[in-house]
């Protein structure tokens, strides 16, 4: 595989490029977008692996450039009386002094 700066810009000029250290990565694609990809290879004669690296890396690019500065937003604080009754649980409970997935766990125990 090429760099890992790849972009398609870079796959039209074709630039030189070193080996780097790649993963194999499994992701289910559509099958339009996987005849798509391999158009675009074949027009510009190199992989279908550096075309796909070229668009993610434009993508991340950009994703970065929308979300600078976004923060997520805080977490709820629950109220201690409203707390889950098991020890270091920090959600609301739902029944019985118990969240849902201690109240399900008891619930199991028991049957």
């Given at each position: ?45 190199t992989s279908k692996t550096e075309v796909v690296v070229a668009i993610l890396n434009e993508g991340l690019d ?50």
């Amino acid at each position: 595989m090429g760099n890992a700066k790849l972009r398609l810009d870079d796959l039209v000029s074709r630039g030189a490029a070193g080996r780097e250290t790649t993963k194999l990565m499994n992701v289910k694609v559509p099958s339009e977008i996987l005849a798509r990809i391999a158009a675009l290879a074949g027009k510009l004669r190199t992989s279908k692996t550096e075309v796909v690296v070229a668009i993610l890396n434009e993508g991340l690019d950009a994703a970065d450039k929308e979300l600078k500065g976004w923060k997520a937003p805080p977490r709820p604080v629950i109220p201690k009386d409203r707390r889950c009754t098991i020890s270091g649980c920090e959600r609301e409970k739902v029944a019985k002094g118990l969240c849902a997935t201690h109240y399900q766990a008891q619930r199991r125990a028991k049957g």
